[in-house]
């Protein structure tokens, strides 16, 4: 599907469990006085890279290590992880260009990577032969470099050219490079752009769209290009020509060319906010907007428009709700025809959660109470046909995409669920279920364990619902150690997954696992986010609390054996459970964490969440903001549980100033609290399976001893 609606894979890439009785969050509602706001002491661990703050850092990793690292369980934990991580048994997955078929593998022997590719005939393979195009770890020793691979964006219909994105130890800033796959070598004298947090595409073999950072004034308030230019081969950056600019206090702005044979078109992208943008249509020298809703997302489909709603739009005498897709031939909709094929409606329980176009049809997947369908939709005279795609499981995830959109009608297929290991699948529509290709094995025992779906009711009545994985003989005794997952925001869902971690690190060792299904995700659509967007966040406060209280009242678990853990936004959410809900939990695992709500939009990417969580410079919104500001509302004098802080100084996305500030807070406070900073990982915590091992150990080690 050639999308126009990039904006949180760029803007927001990563942002990719717990216990208790819910009580009256003890968080104020009313602002704190304002020399408690600005009188911060601990404004010198925001500085990341500064002397002070590292060996304030070098401290607490020691501390941390010493607590959890000593004893067998931590190692055994750590060996199994990366036995896990490292294992050649795990899916290859791969991605269609020209005749090829490409991968990204990370094992013992290469930390970094191979990029290499294959034939479908091989892949199809237990054990495939591979051509290595280019070697990270080899790159990285000769450059001395720690490369971390950030992604590529392939010239097309040749297939033979890509712009590479490198990033030193995993930051969303990155290095690109002009490579040819052909050669296996870096282009002498291609496109080559310093470290930043650029866009780049294709518009021809000689032509890119590039935004990055031009120097003063060229970047928004959030880090990210304001500014799209064409830059030619041959020539310096400093000459490329500007096609459109955004506004400093925008997100981003990127352009962008379909290279759809037949379809070839410009254009530009502006993120106004991370819910809100604008589309433009470069044609004969001229900028056309798109005349949609601001909140809607725009993708092109050959030669349809296709429109994702997240606000009801009264269009033609017709109301189409929030959450609906929307159908309408691109050239009749510059003409101003506003008739649409309605290609999905949202109902109380069900959701859109991606859509994917094929050479003939469209693979539509759809959340119904959280379980997925996929519906292939096609286009005749008379509209779209709607039809189940065949040989789907009745429970778990399933994700369906185009192999190659421009030239078949074949499909991958990933299966998962909690305990069944993820299989993937190649399919082709109309030629019956799509056949087994690649399968994970067995990586923890799942023949004890079951999964249950249920709901708690929140303070205000909304059912909530959750996944529970247990023991098939676990006593209800509120004796069980408990895990309680969840993140809460930017409308992502929460949908049952195969994690070997989890499985092997908690699952098979007695403990039990729960997802919360929470508001602010994406389970029923936009109204399911919105619920708990800006000034309503404390909805999902509210809804993990009535997680937890379900837990502890249907006696599987109890205060001293509940632990949660989140990360990023979900870092945020564990904050907040901390200090809002103390008397629900014994332990928390609070990852890459947003936490200092009235900085946040201060501090590297934060400006581009004002969408999310409102704008501290407004008195009004700066109010509900310091409500759950984790930072401000940490006390002395309340026993709070332990809690386990981790995260990066690579982050470039969410500070890691939020989580040393937090730390150095509640240890000021005399709290029970621990924190890791791992050096490199970028927002994801780890540039590495041995560094992902290591920090997901340091995670169950710290659980175990406190919910044991």
């Not at 752009?193 to 866009?199: C, D, Q, T, W």
Request: glycine share 8%.
């Amino acid at each position: 599907m050639k999308t126009l609606a990039l904006a949180r894979a760029f803007a927001f890439a990563a942002f990719t469990a717990p216990f208790a009785f819910a009580q009256q969050p003890s968080a104020p509602s009313t602002p704190m006085p304002q020399d408690q706001v600005t009188d911060d002491p601990f404004l010198w661990l925001e500085d990341v890279s500064g002397d002070k703050a590292l060996e304030w850092v070098r401290a607490r990793n020691a501390d941390s290590e010493k607590a959890l690292t000593a004893g067998p369980r931590f190692d055994g934990i750590r060996r199994r992880l990366l036995s896990i991580l490292d294992s050649t048994a795990r899916i290859p997955y791969v991605q269609k260009h020209g005749a090829h078929y490409y991968n990204l593998w990370q094992d013992a022997q290469n930390p970094r990577g191979l990029w290499r590719r294959t034939s479908l005939e091989e892949y199809r393979k237990d054990a495939p032969n591979w051509d290595v195009v280019l070697d990270l770890d080899a790159l990285g020793k000769t450059e001395n470099e720690n490369w971390v691979w950030k992604g590529s964006s392939w010239l097309l219909p040749d297939h033979t050219r890509v712009l590479l994105s490198l990033s030193r130890g995993g930051a969303d800033a990155a290095v690109v490079r002009e490579f040819d796959v052909e050669t296996k070598q870096f282009v002498a004298d291609g496109f080559v752009l310093p470290e930043a947090k650029s866009s780049v595409g294709w518009r021809d073999r000689d032509t890119i769209f590039v935004g990055t950072d031009f120097g003063a004034g060229s970047l928004t308030s959030s880090g990210y290009p304001r500014v799209v230019k064409l830059w030619r081969r041959g020539t310096p950056l400093s000459s490329a020509t500007t096609v459109a600019e955004g506004k400093v206090e925008d997100v981003f702005v990127y352009g962008y060319r379909d290279q759809a044979k037949g379809y070839e078109r410009d254009f530009v992208y502006r993120g106004m906010t991370f819910y809100t943008n604008e589309v433009f249509l470069l044609r004969d020298g001229k900028s056309v907007r798109l005349d949609k809703p601001d909140s809607a997302n725009a993708s092109v489909h050959q030669n349809w428009l296709m429109l994702q709603l997240r606000d009801d739009w009264n269009v033609a005498n017709t109301t189409h709700a929030a959450g609906s897709l929307l159908a309408c031939k691109l050239e009749s909709f510059l003409a101003g025809e506003r008739k649409f094929e309605v290609l999905f409606a949202p109902t109380e329980r069900s959701s859109l959660s991606g859509f994917s176009g094929t050479k003939n049809h469209v693979l539509l997947s759809v959340l119904d109470n959280v379980r997925t369908r996929v519906f292939v939709l096609t286009a005749t005279d008379k509209g779209f046909t709607r039809e189940l795609l065949p040989g789907l499981p009745e429970f778990g995830t399933v994700s369906a995409g185009a192999v190659d959109e421009e030239d078949s009608d074949d499909y991958f297929l990933t299966v998962t669920d909690y305990l069944t290991p993820t299989s993937l699948l190649l399919g082709t529509i109309g030629k019956g279920p799509a056949q087994p290709l690649k399968s994970l094995p067995t990586f923890f025992d799942s023949s004890k364990l079951a999964v249950t779906q249920r709901e708690a009711k929140s303070k205000d009545g909304t059912l909530v619902p959750y996944f529970l994985v247990m023991p098939t003989d676990a006593a209800r005794d509120g004796n069980n150690p408990t895990l309680l997952y969840g993140y809460g925001g930017f409308e992502v869902s929460m949908t049952p997954n195969y994690s070997a971690g989890v499985g092997a690190s908690w699952l098979e060792q007695g403990g039990c696992y729960a997802v919360a299904n929470i508001r602010g995700g994406g389970e029923f659509g936009p109204r399911w986010h919105q619920a708990a967007q800006k000034q309503n966040r404390i909805k999902c406060y509210e809804d993990f609390a009535a997680v937890a209280e379900d837990l502890i009242r249907q006696k599987i678990t109890s205060k001293a054996h509940l632990g949660i853990q989140g990360g990023s936004n979900g870092g945020m959410l564990m904050g907040n459970m901390t200090v809002m809900y103390p008397e629900l939990f014994a332990g928390v695992v609070c990852q890459v964490p947003l936490l200092d709500m009235l900085r946040y939009h201060k501090l590297l990417a934060g400006a581009s969440w004002i969408g999310e969580y409102g704008n501290p410079e407004i008195p009004e919104e700066a109010k509900w903001l310091l409500r759950y500001s984790p930072y401000h509302n940490v006390k002395n004098g309340v026993k709070y549980p332990k809690v386990l802080f981790t995260t990066s100084t690579r982050d470039d996305r969410v500070h890691p100033g939020h989580a040393r500030k937090m730390m150095a807070r509640m240890l000021q406070q005399g709290h029970d609290v621990l924190y890791y900073e791992n050096i490199e990982g970028g927002h994801g915590g780890a540039a590495d399976n041995k560094q992902a091992a290591f920090m997901s150990a340091l995670a169950y080690s710290f659980l175990w001893q406190t919910l044991k």
